[in-house]
């Protein structure tokens, strides 16, 4: 059983930053897809970015791409997601997956293994 851990959110105001953190084992920073996903209070979850050293590929959401980055950490085995210019719409519940895909997706389905998520609430 893989194990994740977010951490990171919490309250911030319109135009603030965040960084969001994935406490992600070895293996599956260094083979397979790491995403980060969200929902929003009323919607359904969605991907929001996504990094793969396996073949080098990252992923953003139109809505985020400009302002969120993903990176990661081998030494501390942490995948981030650094988000600045917040919006009242980012705020959602970010959760963070792995699987056994090499290639970045947004399709829940490639995703086995999720964290319990961390909260992000953007407002005045």
């Known amino acids: 059983q893989v194990q994740l851990a977010e951490s990171g959110g919490g309250l911030e105001q319109p135009g603030g930053s965040l960084r969001l953190a994935c406490a992600v084992p070895r293996s599956s920073m260094d083979y397979y897809a790491v995403g980060w996903f969200r929902r929003a209070p009323g919607k359904e979850r969605e991907a929001v970015a996504c990094i793969s050293d396996r073949d080098g590929s990252t992923y953003y959401t139109d809505s985020v791409k400009g302002r969120f980055t993903i990176s990661k950490d081998a030494l501390v085995n942490t995948v981030y997601l650094q988000v600045d210019s917040l919006k009242p719409e980012d705020t959602a519940v970010y959760y963070c997956?792995?699987?056994?895909?090499?290639?970045?997706?947004?399709?829940?389905?490639?995703?086995?293994?999720w964290g319990h998520g961390t909260q992000v609430t953007v407002s005045a």
């Open positions: 997956a792995t699987g056994w895909n090499p290639s970045c997706s947004d399709s829940e389905e490639k995703y086995l293994y």
